[in-house]
């Protein structure tokens, strides 16, 4: 079974019969973005492996009691969320080594639903595009077709997804 190609839906079905492991979840997609991400260029930047590895292990501790919905799940966040000890670019030069002092309130909602961060999803710089052909980065590649760009402020984020390197991301 190739767990990148489950719904989310599906594991946290899978995550509730005991069926997979957060860490599970989490090494495949690390292994995927591992696989694909030279390509399609997704990120701007992704989590150090031992450190979503080091979350995913706390989340399945915490499933042993109580389990939230989406916690374990792995989740990409766009590069324009502020997250806490991170560097946080909007995708722009003049922003490049910036590291947010705080979270964003959707950041403390995916931290405290027990998500885990994957790492921060390419766009035009400060969100001003839909192609991310001005992402002072890279550009990001639709998975489908590595000789375009994906179109529209979701596919950005549809890139990820439909690479199967991250469940879901922030718009």
């Known amino acids: 079974m190739d767990i990148t190609e489950l719904t989310v839906h599906e594991l946290i079905e899978k995550l509730d019969k005991k069926e997979l492991t957060s860490e599970e979840i989490a090494k495949s997609y690390l292994d995927r973005i591992d696989e694909k991400e030279k390509d399609v260029q997704a990120f701007v930047n992704v989590t150090d492996r031992e450190e979503v590895l080091k979350k995913a292990k706390e989340a399945d501790e915490k499933m042993k009691d109580k389990r939230s919905l989406l916690q374990g799940i792995p989740v990409g966040i766009k590069d324009n969320m502020c ?30 639903s027990g998500m885990i961060s994957l790492g921060k999803l390419n766009m035009d710089e400060f969100a001003m595009g839909g192609s991310t052909e001005y992402s002072y980065f890279h550009k990001t590649y639709n998975p489908w077709d590595l000789n375009r ?11 990820s997804c439909c690479s199967k390197s991250c469940t879901m991301g922030t718009r």
């Open 83 to 112: 997250t806490k000890g991170v560097k946080t670019t909007c995708s722009s030069r003049m922003l490049e080594n910036f590291v947010s002092p705080y979270d964003a309130t959707v950041v403390e909602k995916i931290n405290e």
């Open 149 to 159: 760009v994906p179109r529209r402020i979701f596919w950005r984020i549809c890139s």
